[in-house]
């Protein structure tokens, strides 16, 4: 089945700074790889998503960059702000599972210093 | 719309009980999907239910179990608890169509303690 790793599990940065997390996934048939954000006691969120026909995605100050070659692919958040610390999960769906079911990363808690 | 909705938020049980836990999905969404949730294993996929059929099925002992029901609303089982079972159980809904499709729209969870 799928394998999806994340890297770091712990993060400290500044406000203003970039934060950058990163996944790898083991199965090159993935095709959709969502990003979510959990605070605290609260239920997960998405942030946003690429699919595997596209490089990079934006959306404000949150990119995603996936590359099919290596197998990896990375949450960049830029001009942290307090609000943005939470603990952050990428994903993949199981083979032949529509999408509907999702392996996740180990999860990073980001924590950014005002 | 209202959001997914858990019930209940907590629930303490001794070993060997069983646990049953309701999720009602978003109006309109016939996909649901449970996982669990823990410090130790992280977010891990249990079962997804589609129009009251199992489609996809995590790797959990048979001790879970779910269901769906004709109005979307799905329940799970847990039978003879174990303490490793403590945990957070989400459950997420997801639509059929439209720009949201792949989308996993988490409950707030059902916290289970297992004394």
């Known amino acids: 089945g799928e394998n999806v790793e994340q890297h770091p599990s712990t993060l400290s940065v500044q406000e203003g700074d970039s934060a950058v997390i990163k996944c790898t996934y083991s199965?090159?048939?993935?095709?959709?790889f969502p990003w979510y954000k959990q605070e605290l006691g609260k239920r997960p969120q998405l942030i946003i998503d690429?699919?595997?026909?596209?490089g990079e995605k934006k959306d404000q100050r949150i990119a995603v960059t996936l590359n099919k070659t290596a197998k990896h692919f990375s949450l960049h958040i830029t001009e942290t702000q307090p609000e943005d610390s939470a603990v952050y999960f990428c994903?993949?769906?199981?083979?032949?599972?529509?999408?509907?079911?999702?392996?996740f990363g180990s999860g990073t808690r980001l924590q950014v210093q005002p | 719309k209202a959001g997914v909705t858990q019930t209940p938020r907590y629930l303490i049980k001794t070993r060997g009980q069983q646990v049953t836990l309701s999720c009602s999905p978003i109006?309109?969404?016939?996909?649901v999907s449970w996982y669990q949730q823990t410090p130790g294993q992280g977010l891990q996929f249990l079962f997804e239910?589609?129009?009251?059929?199992?489609?996809n099925k995590g790797n959990f002992p048979g001790r879970f179990s779910g269901r769906q029901f004709s109005n979307s609303r799905s329940e799970m089982n847990v039978s003879t608890l174990e303490l490793g079972d403590s945990a957070l159980y989400l459950c997420?809904?997801?639509?059929?169509?439209?720009?949201?499709?792949?989308?996993?729209?988490f409950g707030p969870g059902t916290r289970l303690t297992v004394l």
């Open positions: 997420a809904s997801s639509p059929n169509s439209g720009s949201s499709y792949n989308e996993q729209f």
């Open positions: 199965d090159s048939a993935s095709n959709y």
């Open positions: 690429i699919r595997s026909n596209v």
């Open positions: 994903a993949a769906p199981q083979r032949d599972t529509g999408r509907r079911a999702l392996t």
């Open positions: 109006s309109g969404h016939r996909s």
């Open positions: 239910y589609f129009s009251e059929t199992q489609r």
